[in-house]
């Protein structure tokens, strides 16, 4: 049974680092794709970065391509979020997320969910 644990998150100054991780702690294995979310106060949740089961294709949303990094160990069935030159508009609740079908940029596409870990980047 998938059971997602996100942790890492915290409060930065713009331009400084995080890094997220979650922890797929219900199975021994998986060669599930793997996601991150996030999700601002009023606002969509919204695609941020993604995995395939081996980490040899990542994907990532325009906004924040060249800033985070998406990388997995497969074997510990964690994936992580590299956060680099974080800016005020980073801040949300990221989510991490497993196993979809269809368009993966979609919430709807995925099928289990973390509870998430809040983002909090001061100007």
């Known amino acids: 049974q998938v059971q997602l644990v996100e942790s890492g998150g915290g409060l930065v100054q713009a331009g400084g680092s995080l890094t997220l991780t979650c922890v797929d702690s219900g199975r021994t294995f998986s060669r599930d794709p793997m996601g991150w979310f996030r999700q601002a106060p009023g606002k969509e949740r919204e695609f941020v970065a993604a995995?395939?089961?081996?980490?040899?294709?990542?994907f990532y949303a325009d906004s924040v391509k060249g800033r985070f990094t998406i990388s997995r160990d497969s074997a510990k069935n964690t994936v992580y979020l590299q956060m680099n030159s974080l800016k005020p508009e980073d801040t949300a609740l990221y989510y991490c997320?497993?196993?979809?079908?269809?368009?993966?940029?979609?919430?709807?596409?995925?099928?289990?969910w973390g509870q998430g870990t809040q983002v909090t980047v001061s100007s």
């Open positions: 997320a497993i196993d979809p079908e269809g368009d993966y940029t979609l919430p709807n596409a995925w099928g289990s």
């Open positions: 995995i395939t089961w081996s980490g040899g294709s990542t």
